[in-house]
């Protein structure tokens, strides 16, 4: 953050300490010198921070050091006294090393210590097209937030209003002082109110400057990315409500311009020309743009521009006629989300298929968790008589169950694992045992969940939201019959389960489970089993030459399902 240029130990007694208040006669001190680096965003932050420390007498400072060996010694009352040390580290902290330690004298940005060498940059925190007036004399600030991601800052179209003589003009956000009010806080609260955005925490100033009237004072801001910062929000959803426009009936809207295309701007407003280009684009940056307009720029301009040209130009008008052309141009118009979405549903598709990138995407999370899977499934399932449950995956261990249907058990194990260029390596599986635990809501105590609540967590749940996937997968895809004929053997087996569950589709009494121990579940997707549509409730085939047989006698343990019901529970589950 800066240098020590000069480091003193002031024993007590030293006279010099008759200028800092209630400091006690029996007490020295270290007196550091320190200088911040204000060429770096945290040498700034931390010059600002103990600033204003300083200026509410809160600020305080810690330091860093050694002690060698033969430093220190121990009093016979175990008190440990340091006869020597190596400094360290002199460092603004939030609660100082004792109650003591104070700043003397904080000075300003400007001037410098004498033996150092201070150069004026665009990032300085202080530049000035002219010499800086007194605080009382600025009545007019402004902030311009320029985004790093992208280079461009944020400007405002004033409102449409046949009085204001700017109307339609493009500007930095600012706005007159009021009584005794600080020109950065004004600039800060002008900004907020007539964009309705706050800015983000990141958010950091890095630079300002005085117009040459002398009455102006604009402060440049630098957020992380554009999208930091919410512009155009519907007057309800706005964050900071405008006291100058408290309806919303002449809401001003804001844009991100390229700093190359604004010298040049026709729409932007005289006041602003005076506004120096160069601080803007080297703010907070590592890299000053060119001077000259890029392509991008110019187009961007020349697209705003066009309207306005044919409109007449630069020739002088009335405030009302310059409104009436203003109105005429062009203009930004804010969208809630869901008008956006609806225009983009409204979008007819593109007759030929988008032009995808030949660069393929990196190994997504769910395509190694598949292979992670197959890997313990081959591990663990050796003899065919097993199958897996993934429990959880973490960055070096996975969670599974292992379930054996001969002897109708589970167990659970952790199975640590390294990849290496791709490859997937499975150590030695270590048994564990699982546990479900309930934390209500809003308070840190933990219970252990019931029966009902293991079962519902770890059971039904993940199985709702794998089944819900599959369903519309499946529905908004557009395989064939041909093609889901294994979607079809699996769901048979997930029937053929909540049949043995005691859960039946149709609503009907519970299915006992047969003592044969084979499958409980019906082929629903098999005509035979509810016969032919056009065979009578007995399930008697309608053949003349049959009319007198006795129909066949029934097991007693036959469950007999409706057939309408049944289809029309299946039509249901497929929509």
Not at 28 to 36: D, E, M, R, S
Not at 47 to 52: I, M, P
Not at 401 to 420: G, K, L, N, Q, W
Request: charged share 30%; with cysteine; glycine share 6%.
């Amino acid at each position: 953050m800066g240098v020590v240029v000069e480091c003193e130990e002031w024993l007590p007694g030293d006279p010099r300490f008759r200028d800092i208040p209630d400091w006690p006669a029996e007490a020295g001190a270290l007196v550091a010198t320190v200088v911040y680096n204000l060429r770096t965003r945290q040498g700034r932050d931390a010059y600002e921070q103990v600033r204003q420390w300083h200026e509410h007498k809160q600020a305080a400072f810690s330091i860093g050091y050694r002690v060698p060996d033969t430093g220190a010694s121990k009093r016979g009352d175990g008190v440990r006294i340091i006869h020597d040390l190596e400094l360290f580290e002199v460092s603004p902290v939030l609660h100082g090393a004792h109650p003591l330690t104070r700043s003397l004298e904080v000075k300003s940005a400007i001037g410098g210590h004498a033996e150092l060498e201070y150069k004026t940059t665009p990032a300085h925190v202080e530049i000035d097209v002219v010499v800086a007036p007194k605080n009382d004399a600025i009545r007019v600030a402004g902030l311009a937030v320029k985004a790093a991601d992208t280079a461009r800052v944020l400007m405002i179209q004033r409102a449409l209003d046949e009085e204001d003589p700017a109307a339609g003009m493009w500007e930095i956000p600012g706005g007159h002082l009021e009584d005794g009010e600080d020109p950065l806080a004004a600039a800060l609260r002008e900004w907020a109110e007539e964009t309705g955005s706050t800015l983000p925490g990141t958010a950091s100033v890095v630079g300002s400057w005085t117009a040459p009237n002398g009455i102006y004072r604009g402060f440049v801001a630098v957020v992380p990315t554009e999208d930091s910062v919410p512009i155009n929000a519907p007057h309800d959803d706005r964050r900071v409500a405008n006291p100058d426009d408290p309806k919303g009936e002449a809401t001003e809207v804001t844009a991100w311009w390229p700093i190359t295309a604004l010298p040049d701007m026709t729409l932007l407003r005289p006041e602003c020309r005076e506004t120096p280009w160069a601080l803007l684009a080297g703010a907070a940056l590592p890299h000053v743009p060119a001077p000259k307009a890029a392509p991008q720029a110019k187009e961007f301009a020349e697209g705003v521009m066009a309207r306005y040209q044919a409109l007449g130009g630069d020739e002088k008008k009335s405030a009302c006629a310059a409104v009436k052309a203003a109105r005429a141009l062009p203009r930004i118009e804010h969208k809630s989300a869901r008008s956006m979405v609806a225009e983009a549903k409204s979008i007819p598709a593109p007759l030929e298929a988008p032009v995808m990138s030949s660069k393929p995407l990196p190994e997504s999370q769910e395509q190694f968790r598949a292979r992670l899977s197959d890997a313990v499934r081959e591990l663990l399932d050796q003899d065919g008589g097993t199958w897996t449950c993934i429990e959880g995956t973490y960055p070096d261990r996975v969670i599974v169950s292992m379930h054996s249907e001969d002897e109708r058990r589970t167990s659970h194990y952790a199975i640590p694992y390294t990849v290496t260029a791709g490859e997937i390596t499975l150590d030695q599986p270590q048994p564990v045992e699982l546990a479900t635990v309930v934390v209500p809501e809003g308070t840190t105590a933990a219970r252990a969940a019931t029966e009902d609540e293991d079962v519902d967590a770890r059971v039904v749940q993940p199985t709702v939201g794998a089944l819900s996937d599959a369903t519309a997968r499946v529905s908004s895809s557009t395989a064939g019959p041909e093609q889901l004929g294994d979607v079809r053997d699996k769901v048979r087996d997930l029937i053929a389960a909540l049949s043995a569950k005691g859960l039946d589709v149709d609503d009907q009494e519970p299915v006992d489970r047969p003592a044969s121990g084979g499958s409980p579940g019906l082929d629903l997707w098999d005509d035979d089993t509810f016969g032919d549509d056009d065979a009578d409730p007995e399930g008697v085939a309608a053949d003349e030459d049959d009319e007198d047989d006795e129909p066949a006698a029934e097991p007693e343990d036959t469950v007999r399902l409706d057939p309408d019901e049944v289809k029309a529970a299946l039509a249901l589950m497929r929509s």
